[in-house]
């Protein structure tokens, strides 16, 4: 397995790799690697012939409130992690190595960033495209994975891809969840003890969302949102952002239930923010 922090040898390494005929598995990534991530890397080891995982904390991403300076970093332990799961490279440029200077261009999907996540963090998807065009650029033709865990993320790179057409199969790959349904995110380590235990409400939201829309044919979105909203514990220390009912593709929020839907909620515990999604089709 080999680091690399450069992008000219990064480029030429997977272009020697694809003269032979490799298939390229890309897995992006702000490191503080868990299951989560690690699940993309073992899923792009078992279909691609190559696998690169990058590890870069993208500042283009982060508000000028949010926690860029604290992000965890441990690029090390991130190389062990990518490497035992099957990665091949790991990609760890500095911001200088990423983009001499910051960058004058910016990539921006519309529409379907100005809701729920688009909406809360302006400027925060602008970001996430513009990397995630830069990181697809540098390692050519590939298979890219990212996890449903950031739903919106996925639609908006799915689209940006569609739109660009970038030479790049975009494979969605399921939330890996704690035992207590907890989706894995690396913002997980700000929890206290105490946000910890009540953070899987909101699965525990999406799911009682699910019951109303499969199990109890609610097809108003609206009563489907509060039955979520009513169903987060009213403790001091969470705050809901939002629980909606969207279109799975567009994330356009919806009135009715007319076929599949994505269930997508937002919460602050303390000082940190979790989001959480999932699928729910009418029966
Ligand atoms: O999901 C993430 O970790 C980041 O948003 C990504 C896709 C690596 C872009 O920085």
């Given at each position: 397995m080999l680091?690399?922090?450069?992008?000219?040898?990064?480029?030429?390494?997977?272009?020697?790799h694809r003269a032979q005929g490799a298939l390229i598995g890309l897995v992006p990534t702000m490191g503080a690697l868990h299951?989560?991530?690690?699940?993309?890397?073992?899923?792009?080891?078992?279909?691609?012939?190559?696998v690169v995982?990058?590890?870069?904390?993208?500042?283009?991403q982060f508000g000028p409130a949010e926690d860029l300076a604290s992000y965890p970093r441990d690029v090390e332990g991130d190389r062990a992690k990518a490497a035992a799961a099957g990665a091949d490279y790991v990609l760890a440029p500095s911001e200088t190595e990423m983009f001499g200077v910051a960058p004058a261009t910016t990539v921006h999907v519309a529409g379907l960033t100005k809701y729920?996540?688009?909406?809360?963090?302006?400027?925060?998807?602008?970001?996430v495209a513009t990397i995630v065009t830069k990181l697809?650029?540098?390692?050519?033709?590939?298979?890219?994975?990212f996890g449903e865990k950031d739903y919106q993320q996925l639609a908006v790179i799915r689209r940006l891809v569609k739109d660009l057409s970038f030479p790049v199969?975009?494979?969605g790959c399921p939330t890996v969840r704690d035992i207590d349904g907890l989706a894995l995110s690396s913002r997980n380590a700000y929890?206290?003890?105490?946000?910890?235990?009540?953070?899987?409400?909101?699965f525990g939201a999406l799911r009682a969302g699910k019951i109303a829309v499969e199990d109890q044919h609610v097809d108003d979105a609206g009563v489907v949102e509060s039955i979520m909203a009513e169903s987060i514990p009213p403790i001091a220390g969470i705050g809901l952002d939002y629980a909606a009912v969207a279109d799975p593709d567009d994330l356009v929020p919806l009135r009715r239930i007319e076929g599949p839907v994505r269930l997508l909620i937002a919460a602050r515990l303390g000082r940190t923010r979790l989001i959480d999604n999932l699928a729910a089709r009418p029966q």
């Open positions: 680091l690399l922090d450069r992008v000219e040898p990064y480029g030429k390494a997977l272009d020697a299951e989560g991530h690690l699940s993309l890397i073992e899923q792009a080891a078992r279909e691609c012939d190559v995982v990058s590890v870069y904390v993208n500042p283009l729920f996540e688009g909406a809360v963090r302006p400027g925060h998807f602008d970001g697809l650029a540098l390692t050519g033709p590939c298979r890219a994975y199969e975009v494979r929890l206290s003890a105490e946000e910890r235990r009540v953070a899987p409400a909101l």
